[in-house]
């Protein structure tokens, strides 16, 4: 049997010892990097998601339309309050024209939001976005309003998601137009108009008014077209529109 050179056997152990720590220190330190990088993503992750949460909720122009106007109002009181309760005080004139502002700023954005909603088919008076109104305004005059002219239902859905409110609720401009003069906010002409406002053709169209200068005046109108429309028309075609605050 050949004897075992003992020199060179402790030499080998040694070099495997240095190798075997060096290994694992590697190893330790991948892993450490790796739970560091990926605790990093996620922090990363998070703050992004929040981040684009929160763009999304302070642009309400992006906000896709959705089939439940019930969340959407919810959703849109919580942005329109910051996302929290507001701890400072104000007196009573402050808060009323706070939320006047923000009502018409709601109102004119969640309006213009929509433009380019088209039916589908065309010219059916109904689509997803569509439905979404109709359904919201439906009820309210005794009838369903599926399949039916449908800017009464537009207004009312973005009067709701603006505020939360049901005050201006129904399928036909003459049900607005009543719920708007039980409540003292109906004017006749557009005198005293502001941007915001919901104005009237009759018992035949409303909209929301944008802006005007006594001889045009530019609206954002549901079922304009067959669609949700910006565009500016006689100021003379419009009589009458409701105070939305």
Not at 24 to 31: D, K, N, P, S
Request: hydrophobic share 35%.
């Amino acid at each position: 049997m050949k004897k075992i050179n003992k020199q060179a056997f402790s030499h080998f152990e040694l070099v495997l010892a240095v190798v075997i720590v060096a290994v694992i220190a590697t190893v330790g330190a991948y892993t450490y990097s790796a739970k560091s990088n990926k605790s990093k993503a996620d922090s990363d992750i998070t703050i992004s998601e929040l981040k684009q949460q929160q763009d999304s909720a302070d642009n309400v122009e992006g906000v896709p339309v959705v089939d439940d106007p019930v969340a959407a109002a919810t959703v849109t009181q919580t942005v329109s309050n910051g996302g929290a309760k507001n701890s400072s005080t104000s007196s009573p004139v402050q808060a009323s024209a706070a939320s006047s502002s923000r009502t018409r700023s709601n109102m004119i954005r969640i309006a213009r939001s929509q433009v380019g909603v088209t039916e589908n088919p065309y010219g059916s008076n109904s689509g997803r976005a569509v439905n979404a109104y109709q359904r919201y305004a439906s009820g309210v005059d005794g009838r369903g309003c599926m399949n039916n002219a449908w800017c009464a239902s537009f207004a009312s859905w973005v009067y709701y998601k603006s505020t939360g409110s049901t005050k201006y609720r129904g399928c036909a401009v003459s049900t607005i137009r009543n719920q708007a003069r039980a409540g003292g906010k109906l004017h006749y002409g557009l005198k005293g108009v502001k941007p915001g406002d919901m104005v009237m053709i009759n018992n035949e169209h409303i909209g929301i008014y944008i802006s005007g200068n006594g001889s045009s005046i530019t609206t954002v109108d549901g079922n304009w077209s067959n669609k949700v429309t910006h565009h500016t028309d006689r100021w003379s075609y419009w009589n009458s529109y409701v105070d939305v605050d």
